[in-house]
T-cell receptor
Framework: GQNIDQPTEMTATEGAIVQINCTYQTSGFNGLFWYQQHAGEAPTFLSY??LDGLEEKGRFSSFLSRSKGYSYLLLKELQMKDSASYLC??????????WGAGTKLIIKP | IAGITQAPTSQILAAGRRMTLRCTQDMRHNAMYWYRQDLGLGLRLIHY???????GKGEVPDGYSVSRANTDDFPLTLASAVPSQTSVYFCASSLMTGGNSPLHFGNGTRLTVT
């Protein structure tokens, strides 16, 4: 079967760094997305990885290892507005998105 | 402002009633999707459309139907609502199907079936 695993909840301190992990098992692989979703709002696109390595976008970076079926989202210099759920989604061989349940990130001052 | 508009924002519906959730996009995206989001579960695809005039079934299509008469509109209909259809429904679009085309989401419809 197809499966995406990510931690349910994480807590971090304002100004710190946090890494949110995602492991995936899908039939085929055509890339991995990360989305941010604030409570009561729509998911918004953060990043897409299809090749191994680290992609950096300002305070946010996303890493992919295809051989390990593993990705992480790295958030630096955490701000209170980063409190949100972070959704990992893998693209399978049929170009369908398989979504994780999301990681709720709580930022404390 | 370009984007996706969903209506209504929220709705309380009696079981057995028929309901259509509306979704309109003005980005000229080819692909559109309907998802439901339930606590503790990932987004689950209900139906999708790769281009105007075509639709397909997702992971949880039972009890729902869609149509795609034109590029902009993608309504979702619940023919006879049941309590298990209580959920938050998101419409989304992407420039094309597959690969690295990110999804753009509407603000969601919160539906409660009593």
């Amino acid at each position: 079967g197809q499966n995406i695993d990510q931690p349910t909840e994480m807590t971090a301190t304002e100004g710190a760094i946090v890494q949110i992990n995602c492991t995936y098992q899908t039939s085929g692989f055509n890339g991995l997305f990360w989305y941010q979703q604030h409570a009561g709002e729509a998911p918004t696109f953060l990043s897409y990885n299809v090749l191994d390595g680290l992609e950096e976008k300002g305070r946010f970076s996303s890493f992919l290892s295809r051989s390990k079926g593993y990705s992480y989202l790295l958030l630096k210099e955490l701000q209170m507005k980063d409190s949100a759920s972070y959704l990992c989604a893998s693209v399978d061989s049929n170009y369908q998105l398989i979504w994780g349940a999301g990681t709720k990130l709580i930022i404390k001052p | 402002i370009a984007g996706i508009t969903q209506a209504p924002t929220s709705q309380i519906l009696a079981a057995g009633r028929r309901m259509t959730l509306r979704c309109t996009q003005d980005m000229r995206h080819n692909a559109m999707y309907w998802y439901r989001q339930d606590l503790g579960l990932g987004l689950r695809l209900i139906h999708y459309s790769n281009t105007a005039g075509t639709t397909g079934k997702g992971e949880v299509p039972d009890g729902y139907s869609v149509s795609r008469a034109n590029t902009d509109d993608f309504p979702l209909t619940l023919a006879s609502a049941v309590p298990s259809q209580t959920s938050v429904y998101f419409c989304a679009s992407s420039l094309m199907t597959g690969g690295n085309s990110p999804l753009h989401f509407g603000n969601g419809t919160r539906l409660t079936v009593t």
